[in-house]
């Protein structure tokens, strides 16, 4: 069955240190999204990207950073810039971004050791 | 930008009730999404509507696209326990190869039993 897959499911990240989320879909999507979400913060868009070797930022780009080399992947790098980097990351994908009926991940749980 | 608004942030009802969230904004939009998400899972979507006063069921789940474009319902009738989550609305303006999906901050949803 096609679908998106998040992992890992908990990541923990030390100060000064840069993780990276994994985000991979076999859905044949060519638009990929990164949202955060912080309790009672509704989904944030992070970064998207509607084609490969291309990504736009969205509303909270800073201190992130994404690549989009093959169309089923697209990994969320979390750096040391981003200073509260605690929340639940959600990976999504659509069939275009004219028609953003998303497919969400099972999401990644980032905390600050 | 575009804002939209979901409130309560809380709902606690019986089981058996039914129930009504509904979400507002001052932007029209020209599509509405409803997703609802379970504790520590990616939001599913549950109803996607595309034109002004549709009407859309999905099992006990009944959403309206508003008549002016800045809202819409969500009804879930005969509630049960598994209807417990979180409720987003979500809508999206597409103009020409523009596209922007906004989200709500969604409403918590408790069923009692």
């Known amino acids: 069955d096609g679908g998106i897959t998040q992992s890992p499911k908990y990541l923990f990240r030390k100060e000064g240190q840069n993780v990276t989320l994994s985000c991979e879909q076999n859905?044949?999507?060519?638009?990929m999204y990164w949202y955060r979400q912080d309790p009672g913060q509704g989904l944030r868009l992070i970064y998207y990207?509607?084609?490969?070797?291309?990504?736009q930022k969205g509303d909270i780009a800073e201190g992130y950073s994404v690549s989009r080399e093959k169309k089923e992947s697209f990994p969320l790098t979390v750096t040391s810039a981003q200073k509260n980097p605690t929340a639940f990351y959600l990976c999504?994908?659509?069939?275009?971004?004219?028609?953003?009926?998303?497919?969400f991940g099972s999401g990644t749980q980032l905390s600050v050791l | 930008g575009q804002q939209l608004n979901q409130s309560p942030q809380s709902m606690f009802i019986q089981e058996g009730e039914d129930v009504s969230m509904n979400c507002t904004s001052s932007?029209?939009?020209?599509?509405w999404l409803w997703y609802k998400q379970d504790p520590g899972e990616g939001p599913v979507l549950l109803i996607a509507?595309?034109?002004?006063?549709e009407l859309t069921s999905n099992g006990r789940l009944t959403a309206q696209f508003g008549i002016t474009r800045k809202d819409s319902f969500l009804n879930i009738s005969a509630s049960i326990p598994s209807d417990v989550g979180i409720y987003f609305c979500?809508?999206?303006?597409?103009?020409?190869?523009?596209?922007?999906?906004?989200f709500g901050k969604g409403i918590t949803l408790s069923v009692r039993p």
């Open positions: 999504a994908s659509s069939t275009g971004t004219s028609n953003q009926k998303l497919l």
């Open positions: 859905l044949n999507h060519d638009a």
């Open positions: 990207s509607q084609i490969v070797n291309d990504f």
């Open positions: 932007s029209i939009f020209n599509t």
């Open positions: 509507l595309y034109k002004a006063g």
């Open positions: 979500a809508g999206q303006l597409v103009l020409g190869a523009n596209s922007k999906l906004t």
